[in-house]
Nanobody, 116 residues
Framework: QVQLVESGGGMVQAGGSLRLSCAASGLTIWYLTMAWYRQTPGQGRTLVARLRWMDNSTFYIDSVKGRFTITKDNARNTIYLQMTSLKPEDTAIYYC?????????WGRGTQVTVSS
């Protein structure tokens, strides 16, 4: 049974920072591309950042580039999302999954709320 558990969300004022964690179990991630996604009521669940495990290559959407950093800890089977200079439009539920995502792997996500 694959389990992805997100944590680290919370409430923060605009300009603040948060660090999200995603602990993976039951999944071999050494040869995968892992990603962070976010979901809002007005938009569907969309990718914001991804990391190729083997070579540590990364990709960020334009709206978060320079503010978010995706990293990994191979020993802990964990990926992180360091979020800085947060904006109200970053408010969403954040999830981790493969890229492309597996529909059966979605966890509960972690809520990030940024106040103006």
């Amino acid at each position: 049974q694959v389990q992805l558990v997100e944590s680290g969300g919370g409430m923060v004022q605009a300009g603040g920072s948060l660090r999200l964690s995603c602990a993976a179990s039951g999944l071999t991630i050494w040869y995968l591309t892992m990603a962070w996604y976010r979901q809002t009521p007005g938009q569907g669940r969309t990718l914001v950042a991804r990391l190729r495990w083997m070579d540590n290559s990364t990709f960020y959407i334009d709206s978060v580039k320079g503010r978010f950093t995706i990293t990994k800890d191979n020993a802990r089977n964990t990926i992180y999302l360091q979020m800085t200079s947060l904006k109200p439009e970053d408010t969403a539920i954040y999830y981790c999954n493969e890229d492309p995502p597996d529909a059966g792997y979605w966890g509960r996500g972690t809520q990030v709320t940024v106040s103006s």
